[in-house]
Every structure is written in C-alpha cells, then in structure tokens.
C-alpha cells in the first residue's frame, strides 16, 4: 500500500511550491506539483504602453531580477521591426552572462549544496586534511588550515547555541548524505565566500543597468550612455571595473564552483540514475553574436530532443500555432473554448477559476484542477527545459565548445553520457555552462571594448521610438534562455497599446501539472522511483526539485492613489 506525504512548501526555492507524492517500497510511484500562487501579470499589462513593458515584467522575479526584462524589450523589438545596435546588443548579452555566473553559483551554494552537504558533520573535519584536499583541487588561495579552523570556529558557536541561523530545519545527519567531513567543511567555507563573492558580480548590473535587482532596459537598445571621458557615463574608469569583476567571476567559477562541483559529484555517482524524468529537453537559443533576428548564430542554440536521442535535435519554431501551447485542464483557469482546447500565446487568455478545496486542506484534488501554473506543451509533449537541455542540445548539435566540457566531465567523473539524464546531471549541467559563460562573456567583453575604441558608441536605435510610426496592428515574440531555461514572452499591439501579453516561463514548463492527456510535466516525472529513506525528512526529494531551480513567484502590491494598500497579487515567475 502506498503513502501519500506532502512537502509544502518547498523551501530554498523562490516563491511557493507545494508537491505530493505516493510512496511505495521506499520508493515515489506518483507525484503532483502544485504552484500555490497566482500570476496577473498579463492582465496588468492590457492597455500599456508596450515600451513600459519590461519595467512591469521585471518584477515578475526578484531573483531572475533581469531576464524578463530583455525578453520583454527583444518582443516589442521584434513586434515593431527594430534593430538595436552591436554595442546594445553586446552590453546585453555581458548583463546576461554575468547574471548566469551570479545566479548558478548562488544556486549551487545556497540553495542546493546543503542537499548534499553535511553541515553539522564539518564539524568533525580535520582543519589540516581540509587544507590539503583543498590544495589538491585547485589553486584557490583561500586554503590554509587556519583558514578552515576558523570556518569550525564560527559555525560551532551556531551548533553549541542550538540555533543554527541560516542552516537551520536540515536534515543534518540523514543516512542520505556520503560526503567525508573534510568535504563538507570545504562546501561550507565555499558558502560563506560564495556570500561575498556575489554581491560583487552584481556590480555589473548597476553600472549596465543603473542598479541591480532590476536594472534598466530599453526597446530599441540600452539606457545607458558610452563616454570614456564623462564622469557622468559609461567611461572608461567603470568598463575597466566591469573587466575585472568578470575575470574575478571567471576564477571563481574555476578555481572554486567547479572543483567543489565535481568533488560533491564523485561521491554521488549513484544520482547519475536518479530523477531523469522526462527525457525531453526544450531550448529556444540566446546570446547572440550576429544580431538576434540571426537565430542560427548564436552562443545558446536553440532545438529540441526527445526520448533522450541526442542523435536527433529537432528545430524550434516560436511563432507556428501548434508548437507552443498552454492548456489548463488541471490549472485555476478557464478558457472561453473549453478546458481541453490548447491555446497558442498570441491567443492566450489568463482568466482565474479556482475550483479547489478550501483552505485548510489535506490533500489536493490531483482529479482535477491542482495548481496555478497553466501546461505548456511543445507539439503536444511535456518538455524539460534549463541548464540540462542547453548542454544537451548544444552537445547533440556537436557544438565544440559543449563537447569539451562535457567530455572532460564524464572522464573526470568516469561516468557514461547515460548518466546527464539524471538529478546529478542537471546538477552538473549547470556548473559547465557557467563555465562557458565566463568564457563568453570575456569574448563580448573584448568586442564592446574594441567597438569603442574604432569609434563606435552607438547604444540605441530610436528611429522608431515615436507611436506615430507604428502600424495599427502588431505581434512580436521575444525570447531568451534564463538561468532556469527557456523564456518567451509574446504580445499582441492594438492602437499603439498592449493589447495581449503572454509569458510562459521556465518553471511553467518544468513544474506545470499534467496536462489532458494524463502526461506529467519535468518535476512530476523526475521524482518517479526516486528512493525515500525517511518519509519525514525527504531529503531526496528536495536533491531531485533543487536541482531544477524553482522560481515560482513574487509579489505584485497594489495601491490607490493615496498610497494605500488595496491588495497584493502574487506572481508566478520564471
């Protein structure tokens, strides 16, 4: 007989995320995802001007902080037929490379690392094997017994004090966890540098952006001005700043993320056959090196794979009717046609119906609607999408770059290319391409840097800034690969106004409930079989659902005129 248990919410992730999940024997026979706040975005926007777009879709996420933002500008760009110049188009793709660099790192140490690493058991670490093993991985220089001693120090007066601040509420001591104590003291060293290290990566943000989270977008190009010799502007004083914390991103990435990475990794191999899922992967491209209307040339390529036949990688098409669909049988929303209709984004309706129990409740009634996240599908098929599918694609695709760090892996590792389909795969796919966009990032860098230096300091295209300009009528649809996956926001313009606004966002495709057909979306699928040592710490669980990067949701406040709350509207993110 199976047991039903419930993990809500599920913590280290941003937002709310609540799953149930059967288990059988020790192990998960089913499973049901469940976002448990609403998104509004879209109605926010109807009737907008579609160039303020990105400064509402910004603060979809807090954590995502930039991503939505650029979609946003590139499908107002693309409605209205507008070209940014190089310089934009490279400041953008830096804004997003160092987001990838600040985003996986965070996510590695503070919101996935403790899944695997012991906290409480590095206490037990000798400072001197510690310091060793460290030096044996990399050339880190913070690497010294005293170094590691002093970690113990701080972190025991947390334990002795029984309050254990931000570790607080693991499973500390769990049969689950395997790494040696002088591991884990490592990893947790890593946090706390990691802590540090990433309110300085933002920095490129602010002087990109004007500030960080949210920085400042702008259709038809960047809002920011180049000028080597004005204080006031991007001058040379801050794109040297931006060139070190780049370089400092890339050896931290190097030097401290990967060795950490595979270390934790070598004594995990077993999750190289646990929480596959799907075996579908979602990529739709970015970072482009030949303008953004050129999909072909572009550092993310974009494709599809399914059933794990990485021989295969089928084309992807944004703007056909029956690629991308949303439906909403097991979702709080009601479509005009009927629940079992798909819509297309540029026809996507986003109407709330929630028909669920009332709170408080036991369980969800998985029979019906469950959750608030509406299924996407890409031709019908339920679709991972993320750091994963990036590096299988581009490595399907027999791109270089892909290859080499990935086969440099595997041997590492000494695992076959089987065991990328897997939580441990996801884990690891997302600290290779960190890599690669610390690479690529220095390449846009250098462009930027020599464009300037022939004279170019063109930063916006505004010839068809003014309204006047616009037909009656508009579609466009913009896309990016977020840190979490595949992002595209499409929108209809109607007399200059926005409207439609549709985003399907990362964690919609992953975390989505089952659709029509019965078929389970990534996370659903991902926890089949997973292995469930004690049902009331669920370890597992959180290693398989961490290692996608929920981002659910933030919230949207409201006020009238007089500035007083009226309501708060929260908003599923990517």
Same mark, same amino acid.
Request: glycine share 10%.
């Given at each position: 007989?199976?047991?039903?248990?419930?993990?809500?919410?599920?913590?280290?992730?941003?937002?709310?995320?609540?799953?149930?999940?059967?288990?059988?024997?020790?192990?998960?026979?089913?499973?049901?995802?469940?976002?448990?706040?609403?998104?509004?975005?879209?109605?926010?926007?109807?009737?907008?001007?579609?160039?303020?777009?990105?400064?509402?879709?910004?603060?979809?996420?807090?954590?995502?902080?930039? @991503?939505?933002?650029?979609?946003?500008?590139?499908?107002?760009?693309? #409605?209205?037929?507008?070209?940014?110049?190089?310089?934009?188009?490279?400041?953008?793709?830096?804004?997003?490379?160092?987001? &990838?660099?600040?985003?996986?790192?965070?996510?590695?140490?503070?919101?996935? #690392?403790?899944?695997?690493?012991?906290?409480?058991?590095?206490?037990?670490?000798?400072?001197?094997?510690?310091?060793?093993?460290?030096?044996?991985?990399?050339?880190?220089?913070?690497?010294?017994?005293?170094?590691?001693?002093?970690?113990?120090?701080? $972190?025991?007066?947390?334990?002795?004090?029984?309050?254990?601040?931000?570790?607080?509420?693991? &499973?500390?001591?769990?049969?689950?966890?395997?790494?040696?104590?002088?591991?884990?003291?490592?990893?947790?060293?890593?946090?706390?540098?990691?802590?540090?290290?990433?309110?300085?990566?933002?920095?490129?943000?602010?002087?990109?952006?004007?500030?960080?989270?949210?920085?400042?977008?702008?259709?038809?190009?960047?809002?920011?001005?180049?000028?080597?010799?004005? @204080?006031? +502007?991007?001058?040379?004083?801050?794109? #040297?700043?931006?060139?070190?914390?780049?370089?400092? +991103?890339?050896?931290?990435?190097?030097?401290?993320?990967?060795?950490?990475?595979?270390?934790?990794?070598?004594?995990?191999?077993?999750?190289?056959?646990?929480?596959?899922?799907?075996?579908?992967?979602?990529?739709?491209?970015?970072?482009?090196?030949?303008?953004?209307?050129?999909?072909?040339?572009?550092?993310?390529?974009?494709?599809?794979?399914?059933?794990?036949?990485?021989?295969?990688?089928?084309?992807?098409?944004?703007?056909?009717?029956?690629?991308?669909?949303?439906?909403?049988?097991?979702?709080?929303?009601? &479509?005009?046609?009927?629940?079992?209709?798909?819509?297309?984004?540029?026809?996507?309706?986003?109407?709330?119906?929630?028909? +669920?129990?009332?709170?408080?409740?036991?369980?969800?009634?998985?029979?019906?609607? &469950?959750?608030?996240?509406?299924?996407?599908?890409?031709?019908?098929?339920?679709?991972?999408?993320?750091?994963?599918?990036?590096?299988?694609?581009?490595?399907?695709?027999?791109?270089?770059?892909?290859?080499?760090?990935?086969?440099?892996?595997?041997?590492?590792?000494?695992?076959?290319?089987?065991?990328?389909?897997?939580?441990?795969?996801?884990?690891?796919?997302?600290?290779?391409?960190?890599?690669?966009?610390?690479?690529?990032?220095?390449?846009?860098?250098?462009?930027?840097?020599?464009?300037?230096?022939?004279?170019?300091?063109?930063?916006?295209?505004?010839?068809?800034?003014?309204?006047?300009?616009?037909?009656?009528?508009?579609?466009?649809?913009?896309?990016?690969?977020?840190?979490?996956?595949?992002?595209?926001?499409?929108?209809?313009?109607?007399?200059?106004?926005?409207?439609?606004?549709?985003?399907?966002?990362?964690?919609?495709?992953?975390?989505?409930?089952?659709?029509?057909?019965?078929?389970?979306?990534?996370?659903?699928?991902?926890? $089949?079989?997973?292995?469930?040592?004690?049902?009331?710490?669920?370890?597992?669980?959180?290693?398989?659902?961490?290692?996608?990067?929920?981002?659910?949701?933030?919230?949207?406040?409201?006020?009238?005129?007089?500035?007083?709350?009226?309501?708060?509207?929260?908003?599923?993110?990517?």
């Amino acid at each position: 007989m199976s047991k039903r248990i419930v993990v809500d919410p599920i913590t280290r992730i941003e937002g709310h995320l609540r799953l149930e999940v059967d288990i059988e024997n020790g192990k998960i026979k089913d499973a049901f995802s469940s976002g448990t706040m609403v998104r509004l975005i879209e109605e926010i926007l109807k009737g907008r001007d579609p160039r303020d777009a990105w400064a509402f879709v910004g603060r979809v996420c807090g954590v995502c902080t930039s @991503v939505h933002s650029l979609t946003s500008v590139r499908a107002v760009e693309d #409605a209205l037929d507008i070209v940014i110049p190089p310089n934009a188009e490279l400041v953008r793709n830096i804004m997003h490379c160092s987001q &990838y660099m600040h985003d996986h790192v965070v996510h590695f140490y503070h919101l996935h #690392a403790m899944d695997w690493v012991d906290v409480v058991n590095a206490l037990k670490a000798d400072p001197k094997k510690t310091s060793e093993l460290a030096q044996s991985l990399s050339n880190w220089p913070k690497s010294s017994p005293g170094y590691f001693s002093d970690i113990q120090a701080r $972190i025991g007066k947390f334990v002795n004090s029984g309050q254990l601040g931000i570790f607080a509420n693991g &499973y500390w001591g769990h049969s689950a966890y395997k790494l040696p104590a002088e591991v884990n003291l490592i990893g947790l060293a890593h946090y706390l540098e990691a802590l540090e290290w990433q309110k300085e990566i933002v920095k490129v943000h602010a002087i990109f952006g004007g500030k960080n989270p949210h920085p400042n977008f702008l259709v038809g190009g960047m809002a920011c001005a180049i000028g080597v010799d004005d @204080v006031s +502007g991007i001058n040379a004083e801050r794109l #040297a700043m931006v060139g070190r914390l780049l370089v400092e +991103g890339k050896n931290f990435i190097e030097q401290v993320y990967i060795p950490d990475l595979m270390a934790i990794a070598s004594f995990y191999k077993d999750w190289g056959a646990i929480g596959g899922g799907l075996g579908n992967y979602l990529v739709y491209g970015d970072l482009p090196t030949n303008g953004f209307r050129d999909g072909t040339k572009m550092k993310f390529t974009s494709g599809a794979i399914l059933n794990r036949d990485i021989s295969k990688v089928y084309d992807v098409d944004l703007r056909h009717d029956e690629e991308v669909q949303e439906f909403v049988t097991h979702s709080w929303y009601e &479509y005009a046609g009927g629940d079992g209709v798909g819509l297309h984004p540029w026809k996507g309706e986003t109407k709330m119906n929630y028909t +669920g129990p009332k709170p408080p409740f036991e369980h969800l009634d998985v029979d019906n609607k &469950y959750s608030y996240l509406k299924t996407p599908r890409w031709k019908g098929n339920a679709m991972e999408v993320g750091p994963l599918a990036r590096v299988l694609v581009g490595y399907a695709r027999g791109r270089e770059e892909y290859k080499a760090v990935v086969d440099k892996a595997l041997k590492d590792l000494n695992v076959p290319v089987t065991a990328l389909f897997s939580t441990l795969g996801r884990t690891a796919a997302r600290g290779l391409e960190s890599v690669l966009a610390s690479q690529w990032v220095l390449e846009f860098y250098d462009q930027l840097i020599t464009n300037i230096r022939n004279g170019d300091t063109r930063m916006a295209e505004m010839g068809k800034f003014d309204r006047d300009t616009w037909p009656k009528q508009a579609v466009g649809v913009g896309y990016s690969e977020a840190p979490r996956g595949a992002l595209a926001h499409w929108i209809n313009i109607e007399d200059q106004k926005i409207a439609n606004y549709q985003l399907v966002v990362p964690t919609t495709w992953n975390a989505s409930p089952r659709d029509g057909k019965g078929q389970m979306s990534a996370y659903e699928s991902s926890l $089949i079989d997973t292995p469930v040592a004690d049902e009331k710490q669920p370890l597992e669980i959180l290693r398989t659902i961490h290692s996608f990067d929920p981002c659910m949701a933030c919230a949207v406040h409201l006020y009238d005129e007089k500035g007083d709350t009226i309501g708060r509207v929260s908003v599923v993110g990517d």
